[in-house]
């Protein structure tokens, strides 16, 4: 899942700002395929197209809040401050299929999950921008 500006952007709170819509998105795609991922990778292309990614392998999840810190830590280890960011992008790999993996999760984030499936079967019902994090609210 990426997402490129319409102009070049320089202000980290818009970076961060996309970050967290396009992990969220990703997160509900997966979900929505029953599928948890082990592996986040990061990528920023800067305004002369040169690609950064970074990739971070962690415990099987599926939740925001699973990931969240890890691609936030991922983007604030490569920001440069006064360059410009034409695109950011999050992927999954390690891909697993969720209703395996949870016969071996026995760390699993119960109540996380639980309002993650509320948060979808709304989002599944008046479509995805109804429920938003609130760094994304202005």
């Known amino acids: 899942r990426e997402r490129t500006f319409k102009e070049d952007v320089i202000e980290y709170e818009v970076v961060h700002k996309s970050l967290v819509y396009v992990l969220e998105r990703a997160l509900y795609d997966m979900r929505r395929k ?3 991922a082990r592996t986040v990778n990061l ?9 950064v ?5 962690i415990e099987i999840g ?14 604030d ?4 401050r006064n360059v410009r960011i034409r695109l950011i992008g999050i ?3 390690s891909l697993s299929d969720s209703l395996q993996s949870d016969l071996f999760d026995f760390n699993c984030e119960q109540k996380r999950i639980k309002v993650d499936e509320k948060v ?12 938003k994090p609130a760094t994304l609210i202005e």
């Open 34 to 36: 029953n599928i948890k």
């Open 43 to 51: 990528k920023l292309r800067y305004s002369d197209f040169k690609t």
């Open 53 to 57: 990614t970074r990739a971070k392998t």
């Open 62 to 75: 599926d939740t925001f809040t699973h990931f969240y810190p890890i691609v936030k830590k991922l983007l």
């Open 77 to 80: 280890n490569i920001w440069q």
């Open 91 to 93: 992927r999954f790999t």
């Open 120 to 131: 979808d079967l709304i989002r599944n019902r008046y479509g995805f921008n109804i429920i």
